[in-house]
């Protein structure tokens, strides 16, 4: 509020048209340098295929809602598309180059796996948090 008046804020153009933040406004980065990504391990399950939301999620083992964001982000980004197959969204690489990017993410992970695994700012992956 300003003088007693409200003020619209700015708004990204996506944000008008679709009625929320673009992803690369607030889901972070696309691919942390984690072995323990979910958006990573997305990749990597639907560079040998096209996958629905369910597949990914039994594959990944992250809730439904959290596959959808992670699988919006990255079709946001062009690292995969999305196509209606009846009533279920099938997902597939957009980029030839997503192959080479996760081939480089993992060994990058791999690299610097010790470095990795002591970082405070990365989560466990799941079924591993140690109380």
């Known amino acids: 509020m300003k003088d007693g008046r409200h003020t619209a804020t700015r708004r990204h153009p996506a944000e008008r048209r679709r009625g ?3 992803a690369h406004r607030h889901h972070g980065p696309v691919l942390p340098g984690t072995r ?3 958006r990573l391990r997305l990749l990597e399950f639907i560079l040998a295929a096209d996958r629905t939301a369910a597949e990914c999620v039994e594959q ?3 809730t439904q809602p ?3 964001v992670h699988l919006s982000c ?3 980004c062009g690292y995969v598309t999305a196509r209606r197959d009846g009533r279920k969204l099938r997902y597939s690489v957009g980029d030839p180059r997503v ?3 996760v081939t480089l993410a993992r060994a ?3 690299d610097n796996a010790t470095a990795l695994d002591c ?3 990365i989560p466990a992956p799941p079924g591993t948090e140690t109380e």
């Open 66 to 68: 959290r596959v959808s």
């Open 119 to 121: 970082c405070p700012g």
């Open 60 to 62: 990944v083992g992250i």
């Open 74 to 76: 990255l079709a946001d």
């Open 108 to 110: 990058l992970a791999a």
């Open 20 to 22: 929320h933040l673009p």
């Open 36 to 38: 323990r990504s979910p």
């Open 99 to 101: 192959a080479d990017l």
